[in-house]
Nanobody, 120 residues
C-alpha cells in the first residue's frame, strides 16, 4: 500500500526559496511527480522524475528542481525565485500510468497536499 505525505509548504515572500518533501510509506515508485492546484484553477503538472530523467512545466523551468530525496523522503521539490503566481496547494503523485508525465491525472497515487503561499 502506497501512502504519500507532503510537507514543507509555507507562507513566503516573492523571491524566496522553499523545498517540499514527499514521504512514501509503501513500495518504491519509479516515476513520481509534483503538481499544484490554485483556488479556482485546474491542476497543473509542475515537475516529474523517472529514473533520473526530469520534466518541467515551462512556468517553473529554471526555478524548480525535482529530485529523489534521502532514504526517508521519496521526492523533493526545491523551488527558487518564488512568485505570487506559484501560490497553490502542491501535491506529490506516483506510479505513472502512461501518457504525459506532467499530466496530474496520469498517476495512480497522490498525497493530501501542502500549501505554498507567496506574497508580494
Amino acid at each position: 500500500q502506497v501512502q504519500l505525505v507532503e510537507s514543507g509548504g509555507d507562507a513566503v515572500q516573492t523571491g524566496d526559496s522553499l523545498t517540499l518533501s514527499c514521504m512514501n510509506s509503501g513500495y518504491y515508485l519509479a516515476s513520481m511527480a509534483w503538481y499544484r492546484q490554485a483556488p479556482g484553477k485546474e491542476r497543473e503538472g509542475v515537475a516529474a522524475e523517472t529514473s533520473g530523467r526530469t520534466y518541467y512545466a515551462d512556468s517553473v523551468k529554471g526555478r524548480f528542481t525535482i529530485s529523489r530525496g534521502s532514504s526517508n523522503a521519496a521526492l523533493t521539490l526545491h523551488m527558487t525565485g518564488l512568485q505570487p503566481e506559484d501560490t497553490a496547494m502542491y501535491y506529490c503523485a506516483g506510479d505513472f500510468l502512461g501518457g504525459s508525465r506532467l499530466d496530474p491525472e496520469r498517476y495512480r497515487y497522490r498525497g493530501q497536499g501542502t500549501q505554498v503561499t507567496v506574497s508580494s
